[in-house]
């Protein structure tokens, strides 16, 4: 139960304003745990409405995590895009590289550097604007990743170097002792699987701010796959940046 017991009554009482407003204070008194309750709460309203939703015009629809257990991990993945970076040590596993760089550098000589990023927006009324069927900040980066491979692959790349800001979905992928809910993990470990080298690689958000400025860009484009013959004239500083150091 995520509602104290001796404030049910109350907690089911109030006027539906006022409800969503104290739950969405950062104060609120009803959860047996106040941390981020706010975000929390939110992810529960949202989820309890989809899977409402499902119940009626998509019966098909199996969800294979509790409710709870969906909106906790939503909520990790969002603190954990803003908070969480991974150690300085490297880690080599299933041929693929897993570091973190304090700066953007060139790739070597043979290689090809994918800088990736996502862009995942949440709008008041609990509706949560993105990529369809993308409904986290990690869900987005990994979409971002998954776009990039392919483009890459497409090309004929042969040793990649994949960079993200990520440190959640850069895990994501690493851990294959894992069953993951969300179908685009399996469809990025098929191109990892494929017949060449990729090295994965975390990244500060100061190295990738290219690839950070592209994603939000999209926001006023339209939905559909774009190669810049130049780059928009939004990314030449950080491009000039990038060059100089």
Known sequence: MVIKPELLGEFYSLDLREWIHVNLDGDCRFPRDSDHWDIMFGYLLWNLWIQRNSMIFDTDKVYHEPI???????????????????????????????????????????WVTCNADGSFRAVPGGQHVGVIGIFSTVEAELWGIYECLKYAWELGVTRLRMESDCGRAIQTLQDRGVRHSISLVHHIWDFLDRQWE???????????MVAEALANLAWTLSFEFRDFVHPPTIVLRLLMTDLHG
């Open 68 to 110: 709870l257990t969906r909106c906790s991990r939503l909520v990790a993945e969002v603190l954990s895009s803003n908070t969480q970076r991974l150690p300085g040590s490297a880690v080599v596993g299933a041929g693929r590289e897993h570091h973190r760089l304090r700066r953007w550098i060139p790739p070597p000589n043979g």
């Open 198 to 208: 990729i090295h994965l690689l975390v990244i500060n958000r100061e190295s990738n």
